[in-house]
T-cell receptor, first 113, second 114 residues
């Protein structure tokens, strides 16, 4: 089955700086890669996703890049704000229709004011 | 539109007991997935229900079972509880034919097995 590795496990940045979280996956059949944000006491919430026919996607301060050859994808957050502090999870699925996601172990992001 | 709601939010059981967790899907969604999230880990896929039938299962034993009802709400049942079953159980709903792939998670039910 699919295996997703995520790094780093913790990340501290100063407010206004950029944060980068990286993930690798094992199954070359995977073609859908979402990123979820989980705040304390809440369920994960989708923040951005990318499909295998796209190399990069951007939504305001958040961007995701995908390298299918190397089987890795990354989340980039620019101009970080204290409210960005949360745990971020990458995931991979064999297709958007299956909804069976394999998650990484998460990155705890702390944005220091 | 209402979001995904789960009950109970917290519960404590002893080893060997049985537990039932409940989930109400977001309005308009026809697919429900259940995930187990151990402390400090990412969610792990348990199974998915579509049109009241199990449609995909992760690496969990048969003592984990579920139901989906005609109104698309769902239950997760766990028999013969073990200490390692202590975790946050997340329900996620989605609309199967949608092309976004987005899962909408509830806030979870935190199960402690003593």
């Amino acid at each position: 089955g699919e295996n997703v590795e995520q790094h780093p496990s913790t990340l501290s940045v100063q407010e206004g700086d950029s944060a980068v979280i990286k993930c690798t996956y094992s199954d070359s059949a995977s073609n859908y890669f979402p990123w979820y944000k989980q705040e304390l006491g809440k369920g994960p919430q989708l923040i951005i996703d990318i499909r295998s026919n796209v190399g990069e996607k951007k939504d305001q301060r958040i961007a995701v890049t995908l390298n299918k050859t190397a089987k890795h994808f990354s989340l980039h957050i620019t101009e970080t704000q204290p409210e960005d502090s949360a745990v971020y999870f990458c995931a991979a699925s064999e297709g958007a229709g299956s909804y069976q996601l394999t998650f990484g172990k998460g990155t705890k992001l702390s944005v220091i004011p | 539109e209402t979001g995904v709601t789960q009950s109970p939010t917290h519960l404590i059981k002893t080893r060997g007991q049985q537990v039932t967790l409940r989930c109400s899907s977001q309005s308009g969604h026809n697919t429900v997935s259940w995930y187990q999230q151990a402390l400090g880990q990412g969610p792990q896929f348990i199974f998915q229900y579509y049109r009241e039938e199990e449609n995909g299962r992760g690496n969990f034993p048969p003592r984990f079972s579920g139901l989906q009802f005609p109104n698309y709400s769902s239950e997760l049942n766990v028999n013969a509880l073990e200490l390692d079953d202590s975790a946050l159980y997340l329900c996620a709903s989605s609309f199967r034919t949608g092309n976004t792939g987005e899962l909408f998670f509830g806030e979870g039910s935190r199960l402690t097995v003593l």
